[in-house]
């Protein structure tokens, strides 16, 4: 890890020596996320923005100097990362704000159909320079059926812990990488613990959310890719889907490291959009703590359906550092901005994949937007992992006989 100075917790503001702390803080324990330290000088000696614009490697590793790993390296042969930044004027249109410029970023389009690949992408790697034999993970269903993906293309084994409840396709996903999967009875809270537990008795590789200070740093990618596409001029607004935290901790950290290198003049709102039946850290946000609150979810987003966010402060501390803040949403929003979003760009997501829209929509309509922005939505997931959902969100289709006459009484 050429350019990795040290770790440094977010609780209690302790360094560490990479060798010193394998995932969280000694003296803070689960609680204690580690952040990852970089020599920005030493990075600028292999990045730049130029270099960058030459360079043909269209994954994360394009950024791999910025990266916790030793050196320009895909352990995989998938293509994880940047991926297309769609300009959405007829979704702009449609929100009565044609003067938007607004931008969907779709991390559907990963090899597992979810931004979760990124995180993997790197887990994987660090996970193969220690030696682990076996990768597991707690999950709700992405970070599972990315890890399994990935681990499936290199021959790496792994052990998942998903809810029983998870939607069908996740768990598809999983049986057909061949991981070895267990259907936790109980919630996604639960597994996750189980799977700490695990880890700890077995000696497995942990890429639990939060807990491994590299996820973070894979998930960053997200908006090093936005800026580089948008020519290093930041958007004004970033809005982004908030389970446990870890995807808009991991934005926040790319950003901060955009701006070490002095290659960003000023810095987007990060708007954390989370499901009103999964709003701890929307709640902390308004209470203006750092206090979690754990609350039992119920959301059909299921990939942000969390009891306790476990990058809170992370997630906390990005929007509060850009300027941000917290926006809420219903299920019912949530399920609109999926039609919405099918509907005016031919984008699909999954319930949590269009949270973000759903959080643009709801601050559109409160007439909280000049309309005049540069905006960026974070598509996170893809709508074929929740297909049950996505039926909730549209009118069925009538069936018809196969007779033009069926047909005509039915035209308009
Ligand atoms: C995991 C996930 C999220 C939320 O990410 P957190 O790091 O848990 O906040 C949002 N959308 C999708 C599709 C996800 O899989
Ligand atoms: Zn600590």
Same mark, same amino acid.
């Given at each position: 890890m050429n350019q990795v100075i040290g770790l440094q917790c977010v609780r209690c503001g302790r360094h560490y020596r =990479? *060798?010193? &702390? &394998?995932?969280?803080?000694p003296a803070c324990g689960d609680q204690g996320i580690l952040d990852v330290l970089y020599d920005y000088d030493g990075v600028r000696k292999r990045l730049s923005r130029e270099g960058l614009a030459r360079n043909p490697e269209r994954t994360i590793w394009r950024y791999a100097p910025l990266l916790p790993v030793e050196e320009v390296r895909r352990a995989s042969p998938l293509n994880v990362g940047w991926t297309p930044l769609y300009r959405a004027s007829r979704l702009a249109d449609s929100l009565g704000l044609p003067g938007l410029e607004l931008w969907l970023k779709d991390d559907g389009r990963n090899p597992s159909a979810s931004l979760k690949d990124r995180a993997s992408a790197v887990a994987l790697v660090r996970a193969r320079e220690e030696g682990a034999e076996v990768i597991a993970a707690a999950s709700t269903g992405n970070a599972a059926s990315s890890l399994a993906c990935l681990c499936a293309s290199v021959g790496q084994r792994c052990v998942i812990f998903v809810p029983e409840q998870a939607p069908p396709a996740k768990v598809a996903q999983l049986l057909i990488f061949g991981a070895r999967v267990f259907l936790v009875r109980g919630s996604y809270d639960q597994a996750f613990d189980l799977c700490m537990e695990a880890c700890r008795t077995y000696g497995w590789y942990n890429r639990n959310t939060a807990v491994n200070p590299y996820l973070s740093e894979g998930k960053k990618t997200v908006i090093l890719e936005v800026c580089e596409q948008l020519r290093w001029e930041a958007p004004d607004l970033v809005f982004v889907p908030v389970g446990d935290g870890c995807i808009i901790g991991g934005v926040g950290k790319g950003l901060r490291d955009l701006q070490a290198l002095g290659w960003l003049e000023r810095l987007p709102r990060l708007i954390g959009v989370q499901a009103e039946g999964s709003s701890v850290l929307a709640r902390a946000w308004v209470r203006g703590t750092e206090e979690i609150v754990p609350v039992p979810p119920t959301t059909l987003a299921d990939s942000i359906s =969390?009891?306790?966010? $476990? *990058?809170a402060l992370k997630a906390l501390r990005a929007v509060r550092d850009t300027g941000g803040e917290y926006v809420v949403v219903s299920d019912g929003e949530i399920l609109e901005a999926m039609r919405l979003l099918g509907q005016t760009q031919g984008v699909f997501a999954e319930p949590a994949g269009a949270t973000g829209l759903a959080g643009l929509v709801r601050m559109a309509r409160e007439g909280r937007? $000049?309309?005049d922005e540069r905006v960026v939505v974070l598509v996170t997931g893809n709508g074929l992992k929740d297909v049950a959902s996505a039926l909730k969100a549209v009118p069925p289709a009538p069936a018809i006989e196969p007779t033009l006459e069926a047909l005509r009484s039915r035209l308009p």
């Open positions: =990479v *060798d010193e &702390a &394998a995932y969280t803080c =969390v009891a306790q966010p $476990r *990058d937007l $000049r309309g």
